[in-house]
């Protein structure tokens, strides 16, 4: 079967490899109707394998066992071709969106409920053990979603859209806040429909004047301000009667865009971090946490919780994930069409799909 493998560095190759072997009991074979390229491949791409979760070629990811190169693409939806022993609830030829990550269910984390950030996971498209960039890939039963009459395309981003939910949730985000979001990329802009389908008003803060107008059209935010050229304290006290947003969202993981942020938020209020930052975040204590009591917290991933409700918005009336597809190429078209397009800076691209049949 056709397959992304990723061997390192600037370096993927589109390769014939033997197709999965029939699923073990507990676990289904999925027929890959379209991935995603993710953040995280765009990572790994341009700095290289990020070792314990995704391996070397001298060093084995601990749980997979295996060494470079990897299949990629851990966003990815399909239909359900085979079923091993003892799967209940999924039969042959249902639609599913895949959950990215498996984790160990032993350690502290696991234990408490956090499985998004076991310290032991293996990620498809990750770590080996199989990936979206591939025409089928055996999976734990227990991480296929079943998405109904949700257009496979659109399943395909169940997993960022649930990365979206979470950051939501761990928010406390609610109907009737003032909300602003730093940064229209793909999770932003996905945070945004997520935060308006809920009742919130969001303002976007972004730079890039076709993603700001793109955000418009899509109706996930009620305003757009350019922070290079205009004054967004200023905007943000007009909208907010002078009070300050609610609630903030770094969706950028640029540091001064963080700052402008904290700035923005009420006494009391919350910023949550999504995005990676560029580099360590200084804040001044005094300013900008003791005398405001501002909230602040992190978040990685999702939980099974997130990806119901993210499968459950998604095919309600409330939002329309297919607006957001800005391109669908095949797997030998990855590097330029794909990949060249989502690192450049200047690009307005929401989620570019693969085909892996094509």
Same mark, same amino acid.
């Given at each position: ?6 061997? +390192?560095?600037?370096?993927? !190759?589109?390769? &014939?490899?033997? @197709? ?6 507990? @676990? ?15 990572? /790994?791409?341009?700095?290289? %394998?990020?070792? $314990? ?28 071709? @085979? #079923?091993?022993?003892?799967? =209940? *609830? /999924? ?19 696991? =234990? ?12 498809? *498209? ?5 990936? +979206? ?6 999976? %734990? ?5 079943? #998405?109904?009459?949700? $257009? ?8 960022? /859209? ?5 950051? #939501? ?26 935060? =308006? ?9 972004? %730079? ?11 109706? #996930? ?5 350019? %922070? ?38 009420? $006494? ?10 560029? !580099? ?34 998604? !095919?309600?009336? &409330?939002? &329309? /994930? +297919? ?8 797997? @030998? ?26």
């Amino acid at each position: 079967m056709k397959a992304v493998m990723y061997y +390192g560095q600037n370096d993927l !190759r589109v390769e &014939d490899i033997p @197709e999965p072997p029939a699923p073990a009991a507990g @676990e289904v074979t999925i027929k890959v109707a379209w991935a995603g390229i993710c953040g995280s491949d765009l990572h /790994l791409y341009h700095d290289g %394998p990020s070792y $314990p979760t995704t391996p070397t070629a001298d060093r084995p990811q601990p749980r997979t066992g295996e060494t470079l190169p990897v299949v990629l693409g851990h966003e990815f939806a399909g239909t359900v071709a @085979e #079923v091993g022993d003892g799967v =209940t *609830g /999924l039969g042959v030829g249902d639609a599913v969106a895949v959950k990215a990550d498996v984790p160990c269910g032993a350690c502290p984390a696991c =234990t408490a409920g956090l499985t998004n950030i076991c310290r032991n996971s293996r990620g498809f *498209g990750l770590s080996g053990g199989g990936g +979206g960039l591939s025409e089928f890939v055996t999976v %734990p039963a227990a991480n296929a979603f079943a #998405v109904g009459d949700l $257009p496979l395309d659109q399943a395909a981003m169940i997993e960022p /859209l649930s990365v979206a939910t979470h950051g #939501v949730r761990r928010s406390g985000a609610t109907a009737g806040d003032l909300v602003l979001v730093g940064g229209a990329g793909p999770i932003g802009v996905l945070a945004s429909a997520v935060l =308006t389908a809920t009742g919130a008003t969001v303002i976007i803060s972004e %730079p890039n004047a076709a993603r700001r107008a793109s955000a418009l059209d899509a109706g #996930v935010a009620a305003h757009v301000v350019d %922070p290079m050229n205009e004054d967004l304290q200023a905007i943000v006290a007009e909208v907010t009667s002078g009070n300050g947003v609610d609630v903030a969202f770094d969706c950028a993981g640029v540091i001064p865009v963080t700052h402008d942020l904290i700035k923005a938020i009420r $006494p009391g209020g919350h910023l949550q971090v999504i995005a990676i930052p560029s !580099r360590p975040l200084d804040l001044d204590v005094q300013t900008e946490m003791h005398l405001t009591e501002i909230t602040y917290s992190g978040m990685f991933g999702y939980l099974d919780e997130d990806y119901r409700e993210a499968i459950a918005m998604a !095919r309600s009336a &409330d939002l &329309d /994930l +297919g607006q957001f597809i800005s391109k669908r190429i095949s797997p @030998e078209h990855i590097v330029d069409e794909g990949f060249a397009v989502l690192l450049d800076k200047g690009n307005t691209a929401v989620k570019i799909l693969v085909d892996p049949t094509a």
